[in-house]
T-cell receptor, first 114, second 116 residues
């Protein structure tokens, strides 16, 4: 049973560029959440996708956007990158069924903005 | 909004000693509570979860946590530390109990060091 997968593993960009990160949820899961983890901090919630719609959003600017596809996979897009966007981006998947609220995390994508 | 406080950003113990990592939460209603572990350069792995079925929750790798509503605490313990327990530990609370949205609020983490 494949867990949550993310690509790429590492990414280096320069300020002002745009980046797309990808996530495939755990088999049987239909909900994807994205988190940003800055160095030395706990993960911060960016947004959550279910049924191809953004269901909930954290305190992140509109430069952060996402998408969920019919196969439940998801993308996180960040425009106009800032140095402060350097972080580990974590994807988590879960199920909207009765046993909800357990999120399983992928290994993350390490983004470095120069 | 929910919040989580982890007391002690660094905890050091000797191999074989008791591990105690502290977590306090703020919530207007009993929440779902979680402990995750993060090894270097990896994602988060679920250790255990509290959903009100029992106040003492047993997790993987010999860890357990006790929910104390009166103290709004959910401390993580392990009777005997092992070198392989060295990692970063995060306490988290679910934002909307009873909701299907399930946003997680995380503490800042506690780095556990185990000395031989």
């Amino acid at each position: 049973d494949a867990g949550v997968t993310q690509s790429p593993t590492h990414l280096i960009k320069t300020r002002g560029q745009q980046v797309t990160l990808r996530c495939s949820p755990k088999s049987g899961h239909d909900t994807v959440s994205w988190y940003q983890q800055a160095l030395g901090q706990g993960p911060q919630f960016i947004f959550q996708y279910y049924e191809e719609e953004e269901r909930q959003r954290g305190n992140f600017p509109d430069r952060f956007s996402g998408h969920q596809f019919p196969n439940y996979s998801s993308e996180l897009n960040v425009n106009a990158l800032l140095l402060g966007d350097s972080a580990l981006y974590l994807c988590a998947s879960s199920n909207q069924g009765p046993s909800t609220d357990t999120q399983y995390f992928g290994p993350g994508t390490r983004l470095t903005v120069l | 909004a929910q919040s989580v406080t982890q007391l002690g950003s660094h905890v050091s113990v000797s191999e074989g000693a008791l591990v105690l990592l502290r977590c306090n939460y703020s919530s207007s209603v009993p929440p779902y509570l979680f402990w995750y572990v993060q090894y270097p350069n990896q994602g988060l792995q679920l250790l255990l979860k509290y959903t009100s079925a029992a106040t003492l929750v047993k997790g993987i790798n010999g860890f357990e946590a006790e929910f104390k509503k009166s103290e709004t605490s959910f401390h993580l313990t392990k009777p005997s530390a092992h070198m392989s327990d060295a990692a970063e530990y995060f306490c988290a609370v679910s934002g909307d109990r009873g909701s299907t949205l399930g946003r997680l609020y995380f503490g800042r983490g506690t780095q556990l060091t185990v000395w031989p």
